[in-house]
C-alpha cells in the first residue's frame, strides 16, 4: 500500500457513505429517483460498473459509455461521488462464446461455463488483453473527471476463480516455481517427491494439485495456493499500471473478502499492492457474529498498516447464499458499520444501493429494499448518514495499536483445508476468534495481525496454532521474546516449515528452543473426553476433548502453570497425573508460555489472565464495560476516538454515562448502549 495521492473524496475531512450502485439495472427514470433517495440517505459515493462489461461492450467490435456518461454526470451534479470499477469481473457472453479458452477449469477438471460471474482465468493471456483493452478505454475517458475520485480494479479477487486448474494455470505454475526454487532438485526437496513415487525429472511433468486418487502433496498445494494469490495479484498489477498511467493521482483499489465465509487466498501479501485498502464483509449470523466481524475488522487494519480503508461491502440485513438468510436486528446495521469504523473504516458502504428485482441477488439486501423508500431499512439508512456526517472529524485517523496482538497466518489456514492432519477437525480461524473472544471478556483490546507484521511493538502476543514457522519467522519470534515481549502458544504450532516440511526432532518443531519444552508425539483426542488442568486461580478446569501431549521440559527457566489431573479420560490418553499441560518459560525480557491442549473457555480466560497479569498489562475497559464491549482505538491529532461495540449481553445504559467512564463524551446521536448498539467516544488526551 502506498500513500493516497489523495484522498478518495472531493470532500477531504468526510467519512464516506454509500453503496455498489447498478443503475443499468433500471430504467431512466429510476435513476432520478435514486439520486434523490442517495441525498436523503446522506450517500457520499457510489461503486459504479462492477459487473457493466456486456453493457459497456455489448460486441467484441462495439462500445457504449453513452449511459455511463449520463450517470457520471448525474452524480456529479448531485455532489456524489464515484469510485469507478474496471467492469473486468465477468466477461461478456460474446467474449466466452469465441474463445472458450478463457474460462477457468476446476479441481475436478470442469469448466465453469458463462452464466454465473467471475468465469475467467487468471493465466489466460487472451482473457487479459481483452481486460486491459476494456480497463484502458474506461481510463482514457474518465481518467480526469474529477467526479471519479477512485478506481475500482475488478471485483473480489480470489472467488470463484481462484483456483484454476486448466493448462493456462499448468504453464504459469511451472514458471512461477522456476522463479521460485533454485533447480528442481531444489523443489523436489522441498516438497518431499520421493515419498509415492513423485519426483520430477523435468519442470514439464509438475501440473496443478488436480483431483487424484488420494491426498495431493501438500508442498505442492501450498505453493500452487501463493501461486494462484500471485496469478490475481499480476492482474491486478497489470491494470492497476494503466490507471496509474493513465488517471494519474486518482488512487486505486480492489476490495479484498478479509471474513469467515472466504478461505482462499494469502491477503496480507497484498498490502503494498493498491493505493488504499478496502475489504467486503458480511455478519456471520447468530451468537459471536459481532466478534467475528471485529476480528475481521481488525485483521483488514493490520494489511493496511493501521492506515484508513474502506469497508466497500456489507450488508443492510440479509443476504442470500447462505441456507438460512436471517435479517438484521433493528439497530444491527448500525452497530456493524460503526464497528468497521472503530476499526480504521473511512468509507462504509453496502452491497448495493437498491435491491435487485431479478439476477443470481435478487434476495440480497440493499440500501433501497424492495418494500422502497417506506421501510424499516432505509429508515436506518437515512439515520446512519446522518449520524456519519455528525463523525466526520473521525476520518483520517489511524488506529491506535493494542497492547497485544493475535497472530493471524493465512498460510496456515489454508494448509488446515487438506485432510491428512493429525485432527481434521480443526478449524483455524474459528479458534482464532475464540481466542479474540477471550480478550474482550478480559476487557482488553487486542489487535488481530499477520506474522509478516512488526510482532516486537507488542508487549503480549497470542499465537494459537501457528503451524507454519519458518525458521525467519521463528528467529523475530524469539527476538521479540527477548526484548519484552510475553508470547503464548499452543500444540500443533511450529511443526512445519515454508514448504509444510515437518521439522524434525520433537514437537513444537520451530519453536522448541524458545519454548524450553519437547514434545515427542501428539495424541488427538475421539469426541467426547474431557481431560482436566490443575492450577491457577479454579481448582480445576475442563478440557475440550480434542487434543493433549506428553509435555517434557527440557530447560530450566520453565515452569509449570497448568498439570493434568488424575482423571480416567488423562489415563485412557497415555498421561501421568502431574504432565505438564502448561508451561512459561522467562527468556530475556519478555516469556514464552506454551499450552498443549485445548483448553475449554473458562479455563483459556482464566489462563489467560493470569499471563496478562504477569505481563503487567492491565484492562483497557473500566469494570463495568470490561467484558460486555469490543473496544476500537483511532488516534486524532487532538483525542483518541473510542468505539464501544455492545457485545448483546447485557443494556449498558445511558451513552453519556459510559462515555463518562473513559472521560469522553459522545460524538454522533447515539443516546444509549443496549444490546445492539455502538458508540463513538472522544477522549480528549492529556
Given at each position: ?195 509415492w513415487s513423485q519426483h520430477y525429472a523435468r519442470w514439464e511433468e509438475i501440473l496443478p494439485p488436480r483431483q487424484a486418487g488420494a491426498q495431493n502433496n501438500p508442498g505442492q498445494v501450498l505453493d500452487f495456493q501463493r501461486f494462484s494469490g500471485d496469478a490475481l495479484r499480476d492482474h491486478l498489477a497489470a491494470e492497476t499500471a494503466i490507471l496509474h498511467e493513465l488517471s494519474p493521482g486518482v488512487p486505486v483499489t480492489t ?187 478480559l476487557g482488553l483490546r487486542v489487535d488481530v495481525v499477520c506474522p509478516q507484521n512488526d510482532l516486537a511493538r507488542y508487549d503480549f502476543l497470542a499465537a494459537p496454532l501457528l503451524h507454519l514457522v519458518p525458521s525467519t519467522l521463528a528467529a523475530r519470534l524469539r527476538e521479540a521474546v527477548e526484548s519484552g515481549t510475553h508470547l503464548v502458544t499452543t500444540y500443533f504450532s511450529g511443526i512445519a516449515d515454508e514448504h509444510a ?186
Amino acid at each position: 500500500m502506498t500513500a493516497f495521492p489523495r484522498r478518495p473524496s472531493r470532500d477531504d475531512s468526510a467519512l464516506h457513505y454509500g453503496a455498489d450502485y447498478n443503475p443499468e439495472q433500471w430504467p431512466r427514470e429510476t435513476w432520478r429517483e435514486d439520486i434523490a433517495l442517495m441525498q436523503e440517505a446522506g450517500v457520499t459515493v457510489v461503486t459504479l460498473a462492477v459487473f457493466s462489461w456486456a453493457r459497456i461492450q455489448p460486441t467484441e467490435d462495439t462500445w457504449d459509455f453513452t449511459w455511463l456518461d449520463e450517470i457520471i454526470d448525474m452524480l456529479s451534479k448531485a455532489g456524489i461521488d464515484v469510485d469507478l470499477a474496471t467492469s473486468t469481473a465477468s466477461p461478456p457472453a460474446w467474449l466466452t462464446m469465441k474463445h472458450p479458452e478463457v474460462l477457468p477449469v476446476t479441481y475436478d477438471g470442469h469448466i465453469l461455463w458463462q452464466g454465473g460471474r467471475q468465469h475467467w482465468r487468471p493465466t489466460s493471456p487472451l482473457f487479459r488483453q481483452y481486460a486491459l483493452e476494456v480497463t484502458r478505454r474506461l481510463a482514457e475517458r474518465y481518467g480526469h473527471n474529477p467526479a471519479v475520485v477512485a478506481w475500482h480494479v475488478n471485483n473480489e479477487l480470489g472467488g470463484a476463480n481462484v483456483f484454476d486448474y486448466s493448462d493456462d494455470a499448468a504453464a504459469a505454475f511451472r514458471a512461477w516455481l522456476r522463479g521460485h526454487y533454485d533447480d528442481l532438485e531444489d523443489l523436489n526437496a522441498a516438497w518431499g517427491t520421493s515419498f509415492w513415487s513423485q519426483h520430477y525429472a523435468r519442470w514439464e511433468e509438475i501440473l496443478p494439485p488436480r483431483q487424484a486418487g488420494a491426498q495431493n502433496n501438500p508442498g505442492q498445494v501450498l505453493d500452487f495456493q501463493r501461486f494462484s494469490g500471485d496469478a490475481l495479484r499480476d492482474h491486478l498489477a497489470a491494470e492497476t499500471a494503466i490507471l496509474h498511467e493513465l488517471s494519474p493521482g486518482v488512487p486505486v483499489t480492489t476490495n479484498l473478502m478479509l471474513a469467515a465465509n472466504y478461505q482462499s487466498i494469502d491477503y496480507s501479501a497484498w498490502a503494498r499492492d493498491t493505493d488504499f485498502i478496502s475489504n467486503d464483509h458480511y455478519l456471520l449470523p447468530g451468537e459471536g457474529g459481532i466478534e467475528e466481524l471485529a476480528f475481521s475488522a481488525s485483521a483488514t487494519s493490520a494489511i493496511a498498516d493501521g492506515e484508513p480503508w474502506w469497508l466497500m461491502e456489507h450488508a443492510t440485513s440479509a443476504v442470500n447464499w447462505r441456507t438460512v438468510n436471517p435479517a438484521k436486528r433493528p439497530g444491527q446495521l448500525r452497530r456493524d458499520s460503526l464497528t468497521h469504523l472503530g476499526h480504521g473504516a473511512d468509507a462504509i458502504c453496502f452491497f448495493q444501493w437498491r435491491a435487485s428485482a431479478a439476477g443470481g441477488e435478487r434476495f440480497h439486501s440493499a440500501m433501497v429494499p424492495h418494500a422502497g423508500r417506506h421501510s424499516r431499512v432505509f429508515r436506518e439508512v437515512t439515520a446512519l448518514g446522518r449520524e456519519l456526517r455528525s463523525l466526520r472529524e473521525v476520518a483520517g485517523s489511524p488506529s491506535l495499536p493494542a497492547r497485544c496482538a493475535l497472530v493471524f497466518d493465512y498460510e496456515t489456514w489454508l494448509l488446515f483445508q487438506g485432510d491428512s492432519m493429525p485432527d481434521n477437525r480443526i478449524e483455524y480461524r474459528e479458534e482464532l476468534v475464540r481466542w479474540y473472544r477471550v480478550f474482550a471478556d478480559l476487557g482488553l483490546r487486542v489487535d488481530v495481525v499477520c506474522p509478516q507484521n512488526d510482532l516486537a511493538r507488542y508487549d503480549f502476543l497470542a499465537a494459537p496454532l501457528l503451524h507454519l514457522v519458518p525458521s525467519t519467522l521463528a528467529a523475530r519470534l524469539r527476538e521479540a521474546v527477548e526484548s519484552g515481549t510475553h508470547l503464548v502458544t499452543t500444540y500443533f504450532s511450529g511443526i512445519a516449515d515454508e514448504h509444510a516440511r515437518v521439522y524434525l526432532g520433537g514437537y513444537p518443531g520451530a519453536l522448541r528452543g524458545l519454548l524450553g519444552v519437547r514434545v515427542d508425539e501428539m495424541r488427538p483426542l475421539l469426541d467426547g473426553t474431557t481431560l482436566m488442568v490443575d492450577g491457577g486461580g479454579t481448582m480445576a478446569n475442563g478440557l475440550a476433548g480434542s487434543w493433549c501431549e506428553p509435555v517434557e521440559i527440557v530447560s530450566p527457566e520453565v515452569e509449570v502453570l497448568r498439570t493434568y489431573s488424575d482423571c480416567q479420560d488423562t489415563l485412557k490418553a497415555g498421561l501421568q497425573p502431574g504432565t505438564p499441560a502448561v508451561t512459561r518459560r522467562t527468556l530475556g525480557r519478555g516469556s514464552a508460555a506454551y499450552v498443549s491442549t485445548r483448553l475449554e473457555h473458562s479455563a483459556l480466560s482464566d489462563l489467560l489472565a493470569e499471563l496478562i497479569a504477569r505481563a503487567g498489562i492491565t484492562a483497557d475497559l473500566p469494570t463495568p464495560l470490561a467484558g460486555e464491549v469490543i473496544a476500537s482505538v483511532r488516534r486524532g491529532d487532538q483525542a483518541d476516538y473510542w468505539t464501544l461495540t455492545n457485545r448483546g449481553r447485557v443494556d449498558l445504559g445511558p451513552a453519556d454515562d459510559v462515555a463518562a467512564l473513559l472521560g469522553g463524551t459522545v460524538l454522533g446521536g447515539a443516546h444509549t448502549l443496549g444490546l445492539d448498539d455502538a458508540i463513538v467516544v472522544r477522549v480528549p488526551r492529556r
